[in-house]
């Protein structure tokens, strides 16, 4: 670690739960972040800040002004451009010593599998089941932690899956593959910074994952209810008889 990279990230070293070492890990770490939306954008923008040295940043979509009420990442001189352009420009002047990958692709199987080599944490910040459960399958497959999150309206739930532990459950073990409530915040909205809570959230789970400090929130969901300013847990036990993650030792 060189001199800028001791003053940069200073405040975080002097904790001892961090420590050098913890740093360390972040700087060696590769993230997968997928959507850069609404909860993508405090995602990358915490990850970079907090010293994540390799961010893969996925997203199909273009920046529409409708995007920039809550995508903070995003601003008006990019409408029009790919959402993970403008989200690497941002990155680079927040912190210009992170690489960024940018894929500016709709996920599928096949390049789901070469996106996922070598990576660390894989943090869903997407708006559609199809790809969670595509996102969820991979993880269990390759044994990478997955960070979720969701928010829609005044409400937003968050959750780690990490299938190197034997008694975490997986996406599907919550969520069945024949559920069609797919809503999204175009057709029911949202408030703003309900989706900086939740992607912050999600921000700081996977910095705990990474380097191993606190209790994590695998095997647990949390909701959070903005109107009353609430937030609830409920356990997540394993489905010994989900698809997905059954035959898992």
């Given amino acids: 670690m060189n001199d800028d990279q001791l003053l940069r990230y200073s405040r975080q070293i002097m904790l001892p739960e961090v420590d050098i070492e913890g740093q360390s890990k972040l700087l060696d770490a590769r993230v997968v972040i997928v959507g850069l939306g609404g909860l993508g954008a405090p995602v990358a923008m915490y990850l970079a800040a907090a010293g994540v040295g ?9 920046v529409e002004l409708t995007n920039l009420q809550r995508q903070i990442v995003h601003s008006s001189s990019d409408i029009g451009r790919s959402k993970v352009a403008s989200a690497a420009a941002t990155i680079n002047g927040i912190n210009p010593g992170v690489t960024v990958e940018t894929h500016n692709t709709r996920l599928t199987d096949n390049n789901l599998t070469a996106l996922l080599d070598g990576t660390d944490a894989l943090v869903d910040c997407c708006d559609n089941f199809t790809t969670r459960f595509t996102l969820n399958a991979a993880a269990v497959a390759r044994q990478i932690p997955l960070i979720s999150g969701a928010a829609i309206r005044l409400e937003g739930q968050v959750a780690v899956f990490d299938s190197r532990n034997p008694q975490s459950p997986c996406y599907r073990c919550l969520y069945d593959e024949q559920n069609d409530e797919n809503l999204t915040c175009s057709d ?12 912050s959230m ?17 095997g647990r969901l949390q909701l959070y209810d903005a109107r009353k300013s609430v937030w609830r847990e409920m356990r997540l036990p394993r489905d010994p008889g989900c698809p997905v993650c059954k035959s898992r030792a």
């Fill in 54 to 62: 390799s961010l893969v940043l996925v997203d199909d979509d273009t």
């Fill in 188 to 199: 029911s909205g949202v408030l703003a910074p309900l989706v900086g809570v939740i992607g």
């Fill in 202 to 218: 999600q921000a700081l789970e996977t910095i705990k994952l990474l380097t191993g400090i606190g209790d994590g929130l695998t």
